[in-house]
């Protein structure tokens, strides 16, 4: 039977280590049970690692889904050719899973290592940093669909786009098809140790935060719009803009969602003002959120 949390606090779930209680949070630990829970239509949330992530502080009403650590296996096959397909379950970790495929000489998740969140929120929102994506590597994802049925879609049929994809509506990631090659462990551990020292110099990972707040618009940097409107140190609360990379909105220490939320809502009217830009939110706002 799944087990079921009720006004579990989804602050402690989240990378931002904001947010109100989940009123009930759902944990399935077999494809029965979550095909079960679709199957009711009470499920109004589905919450990964928690990244990319900004939970309003009344929180989520309904069920909120988070799969169970059965969902996190890793199965290697077909390693012929130079060539390996990794059967991964969405609620693996991707920093974990990049180490792992090091391990084994598997190179092509080194671009993974350092992003908070799993691999189904990965999917979901196909992360990538330094020219690579989630998208590059992955031949087919596992979903159930929101009235409860397994399918598996190849990844041609998941609308990735930049920070985005299209998947069925209320469908949830249950698993990954990835297609890495063979490589040399020494390079790809090199790899990973350079992207990962080269983000923690150019990012605030010391502070509690849910990644780049806004998407690259084309030819240009959100970080580089928002610094430009002076707005670095920019404080709401214990929200505040980092001083460190301005696309990144830390929490230092005991920020409400709506301070996060307000300092959103200046930034973007700020770099309105300025240079005619509408920033693009990469970040989901879970929730009700006031506007004034």
Known sequence: ????????????????????????????ESMEELCALMRSGDVRFVLGGGANLLVSDAGVQGTTLALGQRFGGVEISD?????????????????????????????GLEFGFGIPGLLGGALRMNAGARGAEIKDITESIDIVTANGMQETIMASQAGFGYRSSEFPAGCVITGATL??????????????RGGYMERKASQPLESPSAGSVYKNPPGDYAGRLIESCGLKGERVGEAMVSPKHANFIVNLGGAKARDVYQLMLRIEKRVYERFGARLEREIRLVGVFDEK
Request: aromatic share 2%; hydrophobic share 45%; no cysteine.
């Open 1 to 28: 039977m799944t087990k079921i949390l009720k006004e579990e606090p989804l602050w402690k779930r989240t990378t931002f280590r904001i947010g109100g209680p989940a009123q009930r949070l759902a944990l399935p």
């Open 79 to 107: 390693t012929r050719e130079g060539t390996a397909r990794v059967k991964v379950g969405a609620a693996m970790g991707l920093t974990t899973l990049a180490g792992m495929m090091m391990k084994r000489s598997l190179s």
């Open 179 to 192: 297609l890495l090659r063979q490589g040399n462990m020494e390079l790809i551990h090199a790899a990973m």
